[in-house]
């Protein structure tokens, strides 16, 4: 698969280099601790650490000591034996650690003689780039990350670069190819339906093996996982949940949703908290691939093939919950005709108070975080058997990148409990390390959090991705936009079943028969 430069779009963001009030300068000669707790300050700091993070530390407080000019130019580190005892670590791993600094052009290993400084850092330093979707800013607060990262890593520079597809999900390979294999950017992020595409399109060459993350969800680190090769770091995750606001229930005298919900509560909810002319009841982006399957996961079943390599839904769950879309969509006060385009637009709804329900992720609470509005979350109401949407990102190194070191210290830093622990304090997201995201207690009211946040942890039994669908990312296209035309009225139920049929055959009869004929 070949692409050309002029289909991608793309466009520079500067850093805001200056420190967040937030964010507090580690005291000197205390060791910058990249597992530590993230608070409202950044000063918090852990007694255990692995040898890895001990070497880590001990790496960047004599970088971020040689580009201050704490060690000058021409002066000698601390002996071998002191680093040792000063970090808990072998001479061996003193030595490894050093040999990094001699790549880097910071000091001169003299036998016999020791580590002398030859270079403060300036004439060193690297950049990196972090290609990222737009959402990457609101999800994580990237610029404040970003910021401690510079803070932790004097030598690296990070550039970020924004991955606007102006043809849709539907293409992501086709827009970041050129990125990675033309070493535009060193880091991308990704969800796990991109990731699926890669391996879909045997692309996987694109993207440096990783380590695995034992902290990680087990469902995280599967999903970016290919023939036991971890290709892509996992940083968030989100179920796709019911949100609603408190106060329109409180003043209809209905009680909140909870866990036994069905689709035909929400819709009877829907239609005492809806007041035609003023408000409606409930309204999500359909077509976004986080939201209209659901319906069609919650069947129960899957897209299979006959033994005609075909595939028929008439007369089948799938068409059954296809069919309560529309009806749902249709109804006169329960859903309003906005032509959105995004689940931003939802939120702005909602945050109006034009809707009193909403289908959100967590990603996309964040959108709310400095509002005042009275809101809460619950589990997705189902049909016959409860079903989650789950939304996955990650970040991921490219295999072209010529700064791979520097690229992997911001992957690791991305991942490790410090920012971690940020993610969880500072954002509605969910963070990907399981024991940061189940902690129980601890968070400061500081910004709009749903009371139920926690109720993300009901989910997890029940949580599905696309690929539960048995569709190829080409097919899931295919079927949506198909499903577009269904439910705005211009093809018929029959008709869609037929072209499914047509659109969706197995491609070896696809073969068979251009044979044949």
């Known amino acids: 698969m070949r692409f050309h430069t002029s289909q991608m779009f793309f466009c520079y963001t500067s850093i805001d280099l200056k420190i967040m009030p937030e964010f507090v300068k580690p005291e000197r000669r205390t060791a910058p601790n990249l597992d530590a707790p993230v608070a409202i300050t950044m000063k918090k700091r852990i007694s255990r650490s692995t040898f890895n993070d001990r070497l880590e530390r001990m790496i960047e407080e004599i970088r971020r000591d040689i580009v201050t000019g704490k060690y000058a130019v021409g002066n000698y580190l601390p002996s071998e034996s002191a680093l040792a005892r000063m970090y808990q670590l072998s001479n061996k791993s003193v030595r490894k650690g050093l040999e990094r600094l001699v790549d880097e052009g910071l000091i001169l290993k003299i036998n016999r003689v020791g580590n002398r400084v030859i270079g403060t850092g300036n004439e060193t330093a690297v950049t990196v780039t972090l290609g990222?979707?737009?959402?990457?800013e609101r999800d994580f607060e990237l610029k404040r990350l970003l910021d401690d990262f510079h803070e932790q890593h004097p030598a690296i520079r990070v550039k970020t670069v924004k991955l606007v597809n102006?043809?849709?999900?539907?293409?992501?390979?086709?827009?970041?190819?050129?990125?990675?294999?033309?070493?535009?950017?060193?880091?991308?992020?990704?969800?796990?339906?991109?990731f699926q595409e890669f391996i879909e399109n045997d692309c996987l060459h694109m993207l440096e093996p990783l380590p695995a993350d034992p902290d990680v969800y087990p469902f995280l680190r599967e999903s970016f996982t290919f023939e036991g090769v971890p290709y892509v770091q996992p940083l968030a995750f989100s179920p796709v949940v019911l949100c609603y606001n408190k106060e329109h229930?409180?003043?209809?005298?209905?009680?909140?949703?909870?866990?036994?919900?069905?689709?035909?509560?929400?819709?009877?909810?829907?239609?005492?908290?809806?007041?035609?002319g003023e408000r409606f009841g409930i309204y999500f982006y359909l077509l976004s691939e986080n939201r209209w399957p659901i319906f069609l996961l919650q069947s129960g079943t899957a897209f299979a093939w006959d033994e005609n390599g075909e595939i028929d839904i008439s007369d089948t769950p799938l068409m059954d919950n296809i069919r309560f879309v529309k009806r749902l969509i249709d109804h006169p006060y329960l859903f309003p005709k906005y032509l959105t385009e995004s689940s931003d637009d939802v939120n702005q709804l909602f945050v109006q108070e034009k809707v009193s329900m909403m289908l959100s992720s967590y990603f996309s609470l964040n959108e709310l975080k400095h509002t005042t509005i009275p809101y809460d979350i619950s589990l997705l109401p189902y049909f016959d058997r409860p079903a989650a949407l789950t939304v996955m990102i990650g970040m991921a190194v490219s295999r072209h990148s010529r700064r791979k070191d520097a690229a992997l210290r911001l992957v690791r830093y991305f991942a490790s409990r410090r920012v971690q622990q940020f993610i969880r304090e500072e954002t509605v997201s969910i963070p990907a390390s399981k024991p940061v995201a189940e902690q129980v207690g601890g968070e400061k009211r500081k910004f709009n959090r749903p009371p139920h946040y926690s109720m993300f942890r009901e989910h997890l039994p029940f949580l599905r991705t696309q690929k539960d669908l048995n569709l190829t990312n080409e097919q899931f296209f295919l079927v949506r936009n198909l499903l577009k035309k269904y439910w705005s009225g211009m093809i018929d139920e029959q008709t869609l079943c037929d072209e499914i049929r047509k659109q969706l055959r197995r491609p070896d009869f696809q073969k068979a028969a251009v044979k044949e004929e």
């Not at 827009?175 to 992020?189: C, I, K, Q, R």
């Not at 229930?249 to 035609?276: I, Q």
Request: hydrophobic share 40%.
């Open 132 to 136: 990222c979707s737009e959402s990457i």
């Open 249 to 276: 229930f409180r003043k209809a005298g209905v009680p909140e949703p909870d866990s036994t919900w069905t689709w035909n509560d929400a819709l009877r909810v829907a239609e005492r908290l809806a007041r035609p």
């Open 166 to 194: 102006p043809a849709g999900p539907a293409n992501y390979l086709q827009m970041a190819e050129p990125y990675l294999v033309n070493g535009v950017v060193d880091v991308v992020t990704m969800n796990h339906m991109n």
